[in-house]
Structures are given as structure tokens and as C-alpha cells.
């Protein structure tokens, strides 16, 4: 199965994580690449760091913020996108928690992300796919797609991000 957790709202991963822990509950083997997140930034990784060892890498630059920072958060999104395409065939389900950002900030290809699709269905590998800017092109390669959508955040009202909540 392909999933696919995309929107401009929250819980995206959320969702992956909750995708990890279900799987990971049932005896799968569990792989998962943070494409955009610094590793040690969020909360959830010393989680997956403790739980899936060496199947957890985290290797991004954090936001996509200047023109000149390009070649360095390529560079990242082609070490998790190499990382990913390892596991595939080692692991029942391989989750790609922000690919879809790195697709829409041009950090990897949509050629790219259909490559992982393929080599995950030969495979027999499960993927989940997360972030913004799912591209309709390829809903037809994938087997569900949940949308987020913000309806209020706290953000609009000058609200910081919360530690423990929010990444």
C-alpha cells in the first residue's frame, strides 16, 4: 500500500508517526527519513531514534529559506532520498515524512518520487509520503490520500510554535 498525508494543516506527521507505532506494534520493520527536518530539532525523533535504531536518519537543513541555500538542502534531500531507496526490500514499510516539501521547494523531482513508488510496489515494500503540495499527477500511482486542512492555527493569531506540540 502507498499513503499519502498531505494539506496545508497540521498532523501530517502525526500521522506518520502513528503509522510508525501501529506498524511497529505488529511486528513490521519500520524505516524513516525526515527529508527537510534537522536532525535533534523535533521531539519526535529521539522516539524514533530509540525505537528504530539505525532505520531512522533525519539528515535536512530545516526550512527552505534563501536562494543560496539551495545546493546544501539538495544535497540533504539527495542523502534521504538515497537512504530511502536503500531500505526499500529490507523493511515492510518505509515512511518519507516531508518528500512531498522537498518536491515542492524543487529539492527532489517528481520523477524522483515516482522511481520510490515503483521500486516500493516491485518490492513489496509499503510507503507513506508526507507534506504540502501532493501533485495530482501521481494520484493515480498511490492507494490513499488523506488532506489535511487548517481550519484555525494559532500561528494566525502571533502565536509561537510549542515544544512538545508542535515539532
Not at 73 to 78: L, N
Amino acid at each position: 500500500m502507498i499513503y499519502v498525508y498531505t494539506g496545508n494543516g497540521k498532523g501530517k506527521t502525526s500521522a506518520c508517526l502513528g503509522q510508525a507505532v501501529r506498524a511497529y506494534g505488529r511486528g513490521m520493520r519500520v524505516a524513516f527519513v525526515q527529508f527537510m527536518k534537522r536532525d535533534g530539532e523535533a521531539g519526535e525523533q529521539a522516539f524514533l531514534r530509540n525505537l528504530l535504531g539505525g532505520n531512522f536518519l533525519a539528515p535536512g537543513e530545516g526550512f527552505f529559506r534563501r536562494e543560496e541555500e539551495r545546493p546544501r538542502h539538495r544535497a540533504a534531500a539527495r542523502r534521504a532520498l538515497d537512504w530511502a531507496k536503500s531500505r526499500l526490500g529490507q523493511v515492510d514499510i518505509l515512511i518519507a515524512d516531508e518528500i512531498l516539501y522537498a518536491l515542492g521547494k524543487q529539492l527532489v523531482q517528481e520523477e524522483d518520487i515516482e522511481v520510490l513508488l515503483q521500486q516500493a510496489r516491485k518490492t513489496d515494500t509499503h510507503l507513506v509520503l508526507s507534506g504540502r503540495g501532493f501533485p495530482d499527477a501521481l494520484a493515480p500511482e498511490v492507494d490513499l490520500i488523506t488532506e489535511m486542512k487548517e481550519i484555525k492555527h494559532p500561528w494566525r493569531a502571533g502565536h509561537s510554535a510549542v515544544p512538545g506540540l508542535d515539532f
